[in-house]
């Protein structure tokens, strides 16, 4: 069952780096990607704790498609996220930590084997 589940769902995984105890902080992505012979064929880029609600990164996914994923795409994609990202007084370091965490993301879910 868990193989089918997988093998509909393609690679997928979802990361919160921070403590739980420091809610206030968090910062969550989920990003589900189709790679068929290392090109990215389909991705999402969904972003929680960056803004007021979750937010879908559509400029993000339409920079992976078709590429051939490395570490280099992964940190020009997540530095893209946060490119126009406005930091308030108390929480300029998400736009960093953010990066961080979208590229881990998209690096851990292409590799994956499912």
Do not use: Y
Not at 20 to 34: D, H
Not at 90 to 102: D, E, M, P, S, T
């Amino acid at each position: 069952m868990k193989r089918e589940v997988a093998a509909r769902l393609g690679r997928r995984v979802a990361r919160d780096p921070l403590l739980r105890a420091v809610r206030a902080c968090s910062l969550e992505t989920g990003v589900p990607v189709r790679l068929v012979g290392g090109l990215v064929r389909d991705a999402r880029v969904a972003l929680g704790g960056v803004a007021t609600v979750p937010w879908r990164a559509r400029e993000v996914e339409i920079l992976l498609k078709d590429q051939k994923f490395d570490d280099t795409l992964a940190r020009r994609v997540a530095e893209a996220a946060f490119a126009a990202a406005t930091p308030r007084k108390h929480n300029a370091f998400k736009i960093k930590l953010g990066q961080r965490v979208v590229a881990r993301a998209l690096h851990q879910a292409a590799t994956m084997e499912v």
